[in-house]
């Protein structure tokens, strides 16, 4: 089991350094964001987040057991901030991962997010910085891998309004 906690601290590690990484360097979209989801002291936060992303991600690869508590908090907070905003139903989106366009807010972030804190629970288990084995890799990244086509379909859902389609080219809709 260390391995397979090890490789999702790994994982989880990466996804959070890319998050705060991302948001570092678009401290405006981030700030603007923060703002429109009702964040106290939205500038702060805009510089803060991302720093607390990157160190938690640090600890994750050094520290497994304790960056995977301190994720599982940070986590927790972003989702309780999420979930406030789609209750509410916002418009406005959350730059997560830094992104350029950001998109409302919806169940689909929710759902991502307790997908990372999934993978923050299992890092939990690590004993320490291990050299994971080939099906422990091949477990976690299986794991992410059937995670990220489960959210690329439901965005895809979201934005068309389905996912198949068994219509042939130039058939009318029903």
Not at 30 to 37: E, H, R, Y
Not at 117 to 141: E, H, K, R, Y
Request: hydrophobic share 55%; with cysteine.
């Amino acid at each position: 089991m260390s391995g397979v906690a090890y490789a999702a601290a790994l994982v989880t590690a990466g996804i959070l350094g890319w998050a705060g990484m991302a948001k570092w360097q678009r401290p405006r979209g981030t700030a603007a964001s923060f703002a429109g989801l009702g964040l106290p002291a939205p500038e702060t936060l805009a510089r803060a987040v991302p720093l607390t992303e990157v160190v938690v991600a640090a600890l994750l690869v050094v520290v497994p057991r304790a960056g995977a508590v301190a994720a599982l908090v940070l986590l927790a907070a972003f989702t309780v901030v999420l979930f406030g905003a789609v209750r509410r139903g916002a418009e406005v989106g959350c730059a997560c991962f830094g992104a350029a366009k950001p998109r409302p807010v919806s169940g689909t972030d929710l759902i991502r997010n307790a997908g990372l804190l999934g993978f923050a629970g299992v890092a939990a288990a690590a004993d320490g910085p291990t050299l994971p084995a080939l099906a422990d890799v091949i477990a976690v990244s299986t794991a992410f891998v059937f995670g990220v086509v489960v959210l690329h379909l439901l965005d895809l859902r979201r934005a068309i309004g389905r996912v198949w389609d068994n219509r042939l080219a130039g058939e009318p809709h029903s």
